[in-house]
């Protein structure tokens, strides 16, 4: 049971895209109903939220959905949902994930969940069950947050968690704010904002994904289940120096930015090793980004993620401090700002009890549970309702990457897996 197929390396190929972007924008993968193909020199996707290329991956939820006759809505906040029943009924399973990418991402991440979702539900028609709870399809807005620095827009505006103020002071890097950009894509953003309603008509949400990790693949289980989402968040490091000729300013009176930058990013993997933690710096933007220039500023985005809060409040005061002290060193000022922040998610022992219970009627086996340290829609969502995930091995663990891989059988497992879940909770 499968909707369209993973190629070697373009990943679900949607197939339906309008392609109305050209290659370069459809990088759902599509390119206008063709073969699927890397719209990039990179191998890799730039889906980013409200472009020509999330145009492009609606259009193919949209026409997705319609083939197998569900009612296709799209949310106050951009969210893409399809229904098989009234959704009115409440108590509704829902599926599904996120159809955006980080910068030069893999075909898998987001892809499969909203992927293996269709096909499910292929699966449990062509087992003949019928459904005794409504069930939807998503696909949530915006989960990297590549463009506008926030990850989890959708979900979090949904559940309250971002308020349409905050929401409305986000840029990207052209300085188009997230409701210019909802506007000019057709969205109207004056309706975002907090949607209890529609969490209200949701029992349980269960997000398939691709793993991040290798856990899967050295315990050698095609498919496991989530526990927890370790504690992350994104911080904006500001260094700012004095802009001056790279030729002529003796080192003695430079104020070079660069310094303290380089000199933190070194400070912030020392940090991490010694907090058993993650940090990466890996954007950074430049002022004015010349050959022959003395930075006036320099700007970098530090990923802090560790098991548990204290931990991860360790080492993002370790690197602030080691920062400052490096700035100060270099007569450079500098300014740190929290962009985004998840807390600890602690996955609901109900609903993964339950998946465990289903899923080891149907194999035989006992399913493995796994923590992670990338965060999901549903982990911002399993503050408002019951939530779970099923995560698909992939051999390498390689993510965030055109790189990021599952094999064929592992996806139809996690498809299978996914419909027996899914049958277990809305059609018995
Ligand atoms: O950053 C993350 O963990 C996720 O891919 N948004
Ligand atoms: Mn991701
Ligand atoms: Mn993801």
Redesign the pocket.
């Known amino acids: 049971a499968r909707t369209g197929s993973p190629s070697a390396r373009g990943g679900w190929g949607p197939g339906a895209c309008s392609g109305a972007g050209g290659p370069t924008a459809c990088s759902c993968g599509g390119g206008g109903g063709g073969p699927p193909a890397p719209p990039h020199a990179s191998g890799g996707y730039r889906r980013y939220a409200w472009t020509g290329a999330d145009a492009d991956c609606r259009l193919w939820f949209r026409m997705q959905a319609e083939a197998r006759r569900l009612d296709v809505e799209t949310d106050r906040n951009g969210n893409q949902w399809a229904w098989l029943g009234d959704p009115a009924a409440g108590d509704a399973v829902v599926t599904g994930s996120h159809l955006d990418s980080?910068p030069d991402g893999g075909a898998f991440?987001g892809p499969l969940g909203v992927v293996s979702a269709f096909a499910a539900l292929d699966e449990l028609r062509s087992r003949g069950v019928s459904f005794k709870r409504p069930l939807a399809i998503v696909n949530f807005g915006d989960?990297?947050?590549a463009r506008f620095g926030l990850?989890?827009v959708g979900s979090r505006l949904t559940s309250g968690q971002l308020t349409k103020e905050k929401a409305f002071e986000l840029r990207d890097a052209d300085g188009i704010s997230l409701p210019q950009a909802m506007e000019a894509a057709g969205h109207d953003p004056e309706a975002i904002g907090h949607d209890p309603e529609r969490l209200s008509r949701i029992g349980a949400f269960v997000e398939l994904h691709v793993e991040?990790g290798r856990a899967l693949d050295l315990s050698g289980d095609p498919v496991g289940i989530a526990s927890a989402i370790w504690p992350?968040g994104r911080w904006r490091y500001d260094f700012h120096g004095e802009a001056n000729h790279a030729g002529t300013t003796r080192l003695v009176d430079r104020r070079d930015p660069m310094l303290p930058y380089a000199e933190t990013v070194l400070s912030a993997r020392r940090e991490a090793e010694l907090a058993g933690a993650v940090a990466t710096f890996g954007k950074i933007a430049v002022e004015p980004n010349g050959v022959n220039a003395i930075p006036s500023l320099v700007r970098g985005w530090l990923?802090a993620r560790a098991a548990d809060q204290e931990s991860l409040d360790t080492v993002v005061a370790g690197i602030e401090a080691a920062a400052r002290a490096h700035a100060v060193r270099q007569g450079v000022d500098l300014a740190v700002v929290r962009e985004s922040f998840t807390p600890v998610v602690e996955f609901g022992h109900a609903l993964r009890d339950e998946m465990s219970r289903l899923l080891g009627e149907s194999t035989g086996d006992k399913v493995p549970v796994l923590g992670t340290?990338?965060?999901?829609d549903a982990g911002i969502l399993s503050a408002s309702i019951p939530t779970a995930m099923l995560f698909v091995r992939n051999p390498t663990g390689v993510?965030?990457s055109p790189a990021e891989f599952a094999a064929e059988d592992d996806c139809v497992a996690g498809v299978r897996a996914l419909a027996d879940v899914l049958e277990g909770l809305a059609c018995r």
């Open positions: 980080v991440d989960e990297e947050g990850a989890c991040q992350h990923d340290g990338a965060g999901h993510s965030h």
